[in-house]
């Protein structure tokens, strides 16, 4: 979700009013994403190299956050979303921890579109804390080290019970995967838009998923 600092900087604005601006987008996304019939929505909400940013924008995207927790759960449970949450979680301030627990246990039943949100997430990261999960389970004797293979890696991935995306957007025209689900894309099909993500509408995502729909998916064969 890339573009909330330019799309405030061009209107003059704070930095925070286009993060409450891609808030917005973000609800607006998860509508398009139920109508079009999407079954998971993962939003790159915070990367583990946002810590670099100034310590008032940081409190400020958690503030965000845990309001928004605070002020939606009966929405999610009328909309029968489950919500979810991936990435270096225990490191997160206690308060936004404790938020996204009582949300994932409060829409956990739920069948509807599933929106999971990487927040202090790198995709290295990810990569890193799996090997060393497996790493201590062969070592501890549970898992035979010539019987690894791709399938049992990814059951050490924060993303082991879901499948990989098939679609990747990319908003504001950025044309790199800037550390996201680096394992799990490998055959995602990727969709570029100049949009800034604040901008980001239905008919944008409609655009994408229909972009995607035209494209012949071979997976290497």
Do not use: C
Not at 197 to 207: G, Q, R, S, V
């Amino acid at each position: 979700m890339d573009g909330n600092g330019r799309w405030a900087a061009r209107r003059g604005l704070p930095k925070i009013m286009g993060h409450r601006a891609g808030i917005k987008a973000g609800e607006e996304a998860m509508e398009a994403a139920t109508a079009l019939g999407v079954r998971i929505l993962t939003l790159y909400t915070f990367s583990t190299e946002n810590w670099k940013r100034a310590k008032e924008e940081v409190d400020a995207l958690f503030g965000l956050l845990e309001s928004y927790l605070d002020n939606n759960s009966a929405k999610l449970m009328k909309n029968n979303i489950r919500f979810l949450a991936v990435g270096r979680l225990g490191q997160l301030p206690a308060t936004v921890r404790g938020r996204l627990d009582k949300t994932m246990r409060l829409t956990g039943k739920n069948t509807g579109l599933t929106v999971n949100l990487a927040l202090n997430y790198g995709g290295r990261a990810e990569i890193v804390d799996a090997a060393r999960e497996l790493a201590r389970d062969v070592k501890g004797g549970s898992v035979d080290a010539d019987a690894v293979d791709e399938k049992i890696f990814a059951r050490y991935l924060y993303t082991k019970d879901l499948p990989d995306p098939d679609l990747l957007v990319r908003t504001s025209g950025e044309m790199r995967v800037s550390n996201f689900l680096l394992w799990q894309i490998a055959y995602a099909e990727i969709y570029v838009t100049g949009t800034l993500w604040p901008d980001f509408t239905k008919a944008d995502l409609e655009k994408a998923v229909a972009a995607y729909g035209d494209r012949e998916r071979r997976f290497g064969g």
